[in-house]
Nanobody, 114 residues
Framework: QVQLVESGGGLVQPGGSLKLSCAAS????????MGWYRQAPGKQRELVAH???????NYADSVKGRFIISRDNAKNMLYLQMNSLKPEDTAVYYC????????WGQGTQVTVSS
């Protein structure tokens, strides 16, 4: 069973940047489409970006042009570079496989506020 550990969140001012990391255990990480999800208070969890094993990426309209998803299959790592952050990006961010998710990790809190 794959375990996921997210890190890198924090408090940042509007317009700032953060880079999230996700460490995955297990051997199936490298063959799965992986994504970053977020859940804001009172809202459903949403997929904001995903990346195929070969590196093809896709983004939600709300983050397109500001966020960059990447992965290192050799290290079982997933990343999310977040730039030009807005208050509406405030949420708990999670990484997981797309389609048939693994067990969810604890996530990492991102707060965008002045």
């Amino acid at each position: 069973q794959v375990q996921l550990v997210e890190s890198g969140g924090g408090l940042v001012q509007p317009g700032g940047s953060l880079k999230l990391s996700c460490a995955a255990s297990g051997s199936t990480f490298k063959i799965r489409v992986m994504g970053w999800y977020r859940q804001a208070p009172g809202k459903q969890r949403e997929l904001v970006a995903h990346i195929t094993p070969g590196g093809t990426t896709n983004y939600a309209d709300s983050v397109k042009g500001r966020f960059i998803i990447s992965r290192d299959n050799a290290k079982n790592m997933l990343y999310l570079q977040m730039n030009s952050l807005k208050p509406e990006d405030t949420a708990v961010y999670y990484c997981n496989a797309v389609g048939s998710p693994y067990s969810w990790g604890q996530g990492t809190q991102v707060t965008v506020s002045s």
